[in-house]
């Protein structure tokens, strides 16, 4: 079954500073990975994809991501936080399948302090 | 252009009635989703539209949940005698066509049940 993994409930980093979130996945044939950031009381905005191609994705906001096939994981990065970074950040796997489905990590809280 | 929109945006109900939530998917989008957020259970799959097909149903918790989409658009969420344990965001997401592209997420409907 297809699954993503969020090790860390919460990340801590200073305005400024740069930021990772964590992502690994497990996946049978090619991962079709997925960014989302949730703000407080608001859906999920996408943020970045990783369908093919460049093992680097840039998306919205300044924000990357890097697929590593080897490792299996599609961190979140951003090389200069800032303290209006700080939401709900959610990796996704899309399920195979007729539905396509998200199949969604626990997510993870960025707090950014000034 | 427009996002997906959602209605109501907050419901508070008491135990044992019917409620309804809308969903309005982005213009021109075939496929439609309804997850569910909450705290117990993440993010999860409920019901999956595409086009005129029928339905895949295979995420709803029980008999009590069910969905429609009419002419291919709106979609209608019906939760019939609530439990407490259906309190959650009910999320509602649209994708264009291939299932690569995005989904779009609504900002969700929370439902509170007394």
């Known amino acids: 079954a297809q699954s993503v993994a969020q090790p860390e409930d919460q990340v801590n980093v200073a305005e400024g500073n740069p930021l990772t979130v964590k992502c690994t996945y497990s996946?049978?044939?090619?991962?079709?990975l997925f960014w989302y950031v949730q703000y407080p009381n608001r859906g999920l905005q996408f943020l970045l994809k990783y369908i093919t191609g460049d093992n680097l994705v840039k998306g919205s906001y300044g924000f990357e991501a890097e697929f590593n096939k080897s490792q299996t994981s599609f961190h979140l990065k951003k090389p200069s936080a800032l303290v209006s970074d700080s939401a709900l950040y959610f990796c996704a796997v899309r399920d195979v399948g007729a539905t396509n489905k998200l199949i969604f990590g626990t997510g993870t809280l960025l707090a950014v302090q000034p | 252009g427009a996002g997906v929109s959602q209605s109501p945006s907050n419901k508070v109900t008491e135990k044992g009635k019917d409620v309804e939530l809308r969903c309005d998917p982005i213009?021109?989008?075939?496929?439609l989703y309804w997850y569910r957020q909450s705290l117990g259970q993440g993010l999860e799959f409920l019901i999956y539209f595409q086009g005129n097909s029928a339905p895949d149903k295979s995420g709803l918790p029980s008999d009590r949940f069910s969905a429609e989409r009419t002419g291919g658009s709106v979609s209608t969420l019906t939760i019939q005698r609530t439990q407490q344990e259906d309190s959650a965001v009910y999320l509602c997401?649209?994708?264009?066509?291939?299932?690569?592209?995005?989904?779009?997420f609504g900002p969700g409907t929370r439902l509170t049940v007394l």
């Open positions: 997401a649209s994708r264009k066509g291939a299932g690569t592209d995005t989904q779009y």
């Open positions: 213009s021109g989008h075939t496929a």
């Open positions: 996946v049978s044939g090619n991962p079709y």
